[in-house]
C-alpha cells in the first residue's frame, strides 16, 4: 500500500507539465484543450498502471517526449500515403487510380480560387456543372450527351430512378451481380422504385427471352457487365449490339452498366480487352454508365454517355442534386479526359495505364538494382526475386492477371510470426509499405513502386 501511495505521488500534475519549458512547443503547435486531455489520459492510464502492477510505465522517465510522440500519432492524418506492392493495381482500400500530375494541378487550381463551376462567361446563363464534361465525353464515346454523377454505382441509381420509375426492366439472370459493400443489382432496382424482370438462366439467356418479357410496362432493357466474375462452359449470352436492334425493333430503351469501361482499346498494351463505351454507343445502346476511378485512371466518378433525351432525364431528376459530383471531382476528370486527346502519350502521363502496361522483364530488372540493398539488410530472412502474377483490381477483368516480379522475404526460422511481424513492422513506418503474405513468404511485387528511393528510405530504416 505504501508503494503505492508513493507512486501516485510521482504522477506530475497538469498544471506543473504545462508551465514545462520542455512542453512549449508542444503547448503552441496543438492547442491548451487538446493538451489537457491528452495529459489527463495518460495520467489515469499511469494511475491504472500502478494498481494492477504495482510500477510506473516505463515512459514515465520523460513525459515530454511520450506526449509528444502521442500527439504526432493522434495528429496523423487518416489518409496516409502507402507504398502499394500488394500487386493489385487499382486496390479499392487504398483508393483505386493514383492520379495523373495534370489531374492534380486541375484539382489544385478548382480549390484554391473560384471556378467557372455553373457560370458561364460568355453568356449571362447558368450553365450546367456537367457541361465542358459532357461535351469532352461526347468527342470521347460518339455520345451525344452525358452526365456525371458521384460514382458508378449513384450513375445505375440514377439510369433506373429517371427512366424506369414503376415500370419494369429487363435483365438476364447470369448479370444479376453483387459488386461488393452491398451493391447488388435486385436492391438497386428496388430503391429505384423499378421491379426487375429476370429471365433466362444463370448460364444461358437467348434474344428470345428478352423479346418474351417485354410488354406493355416494360421500360428497359438492361445489360451488366459481369464485371467480377466469370461463366464458363455452357454459356450464352446477348451482346450489347444485339440487344439494342432487338430494342429498337421493340421500341424499348437499352442501357448498360460497363462497371469500368475502358475509353481506349487496351489490347494495344498487351492487357486484356475491356468493353468500351463507344462501342456500346456505336452499337446503338441508349445509356452506357461506368466509373471514373477504374480503368479510366481518374477520381471516383460515375459517367453516364447516351442518347440526349434520356440524359436531359437524369440531370432533371432529384436524385442528381443528391449525387452530383464536387468541383474537385470535376476537375481532375476533365484533366484526366483531355489526356485521352492525346492517345500517344497517354500511356507515359495516366498512371493506371503505366502501371498496368508496365512489362514483367523491366519490373524484374529493378528488382535485380534493388535486391543487394534489401537483401543485406534483411539477414533473417532469405531474400529473393520470383515471377508472380499482379492484378488490375477493382473487379476489372478478373480473371486475368498480368505477368509481373517481386521480393520475397522467406523466414530463416521458417515460422509464420516472423512473417506476421517484418508485415507489420514495415505497416508502421512513415510510409507503410503493404505487402501480401502467401505461401509461407511476404511478397512485395514491384509492379506499383516508381518511387525507389522512398521505398528504400522506409525499408533500411
Ligand atoms: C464497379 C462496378 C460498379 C460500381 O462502381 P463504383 O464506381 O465503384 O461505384 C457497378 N457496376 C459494375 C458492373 C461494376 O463493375
Known amino acids: 500500500m505504501t508503494t ?16 514545462d519549458p520542455q512542453f512549449t512547443h508542444l503547448l503552441e503547435k496543438s492547442g491548451h484543450t487538446l493538451m489537457v486531455s491528452l495529459l489527463n489520459q495518460m495520467q489515469d492510464e499511469v494511475r491504472l498502471h ?15 517526449q511520450e506526449t509528444e510522440k502521442r500527439l504526432t500519432a493522434q495528429t496523423q492524418s487518416a489518409l496516409r500515403p502507402v507504398i502499394n506492392l500488394t500487386g493489385t493495381v487499382l486496390h479499392t482500400n487504398l483508393g483505386r487510380a493514383q492520379q495523373a500530375e495534370e489531374a492534380i494541378a486541375a484539382v489544385t487550381q478548382a480549390m484554391r480560387s473560384p471556378v467557372t463551376l455553373e457560370y458561364d462567361l460568355d453568356g449571362a446563363g447558368r450553365g450546367h456543372r456537367d457541361r465542358a464534361l459532357a461535351d469532352l465525353l461526347c468527342q470521347l464515346t460518339g455520345a451525344e ?3 456525371i454523377v458521384n460514382n458508378n454505382a449513384a450513375a445505375v441509381l440514377l439510369m433506373l430512378a429517371a427512366t424506369a420509375n414503376g415500370k419494369e426492366v429487363v435483365v438476364s439472370r447470369g448479370e444479376l451481380v453483387e459488386i461488393g459493400g452491398a451493391f447488388r443489382i435486385p436492391d438497386v432496382m428496388r430503391q429505384a422504385g423499378c421491379v426487375l ?24 432493357l438492361m445489360k451488366v457487365h459481369t464485371s467480377n466474375y466469370q461463366i464458363e462452359g455452357f454459356t450464352k449470352t446477348v451482346e450489347e449490339a444485339e440487344l439494342a436492334h432487338i430494342g429498337r425493333e421493340l421500341n424499348v430503351p437499352v442501357i448498360a452498366d460497363l462497371g469500368s469501361g475502358s475509353l481506349v482499346d487496351l489490347s494495344q498494351y498487351g492487357l486484356p480487352k475491356e468493353p468500351m463505351p463507344q462501342e456500346m454507343i456505336a452499337a446503338g445502346v441508349s445509356l452506357v454508365s461506368f466509373s471514373g476511378d477504374k480503368l479510366l485512371g ?27 459530383a464536387d468541383k474537385m471531382t470535376l476537375a481532375a476528370l476533365e484533366a484526366t479526359l483531355r489526356l485521352y486527346l492525346h ?3 497517354l500511356a507515359e502521363r495516366l498512371p493506371t495505364l503505366r502501371l498496368l502496361s508496365r512489362d514483367a522483364a523491366s519490373i524484374r530488372a529493378q528488382a535485380e538494382l534493388i535486391l543487394p540493398h534489401v537483401s543485406a539488410h534483411f539477414a533473417d530472412f532469405d531474400v529473393r526475386i520470383e515471377p508472380c502474377q499482379s492484378q488490375i483490381g477493382s473487379g476489372s477483368l478478373p480473371v486475368d492477371r498480368l505477368p509481373s516480379a517481386a521480393l520475397t522475404f522467406t523466414p530463416r526460422d521458417g515460422r509464420g510470426s516472423s512473417l506476421e511481424a517484418l508485415s507489420a513492422r514495415w ?8 505487402g501480401r503474405i502467401y505461401d509461407g513468404r511476404l511478397w512485395l511485387d514491384l509492379r506499383c513502386l516508381e518511387d525507389e528511393n522512398r521505398f528504400l528510405e522506409m525499408l533500411l530504416k
Open 4 to 19: 503505492h501511495r508513493s507512486l501516485y505521488s510521482q504522477i506530475p500534475a497538469t498544471d506543473r507539465l504545462l508551465r
Open 50 to 64: 500502478i494498481q494492477t502492477q504495482n510500477v510506473l510505465p516505463q515512459w514515465c522517465n520523460d513525459w515530454a
Open 145 to 147: 450527351d452525358a452526365c
Open 197 to 220: 424482370h429476370e429471365v433466362g438462366t444463370t448460364n444461358r439467356t437467348h434474344a428470345k427471352d428478352y423479346r418474351a418479357a417485354v410488354g406493355e410496362n416494360t421500360a428497359l
Open 298 to 324: 481518374g477520381p471516383q466518378a460515375g459517367i453516364v454517355v447516351g442518347k440526349r433525351e434520356l440524359i436531359a432525364k437524369l440531370q432533371q431528376h432529384p436524385l442528381k442534386r443528391a449525387l452530383r
Open 343 to 345: 492517345p500517344e502519350k
Open 427 to 434: 505497416r508502421a513506418l512513415p510510409t507503410p509499405v503493404i
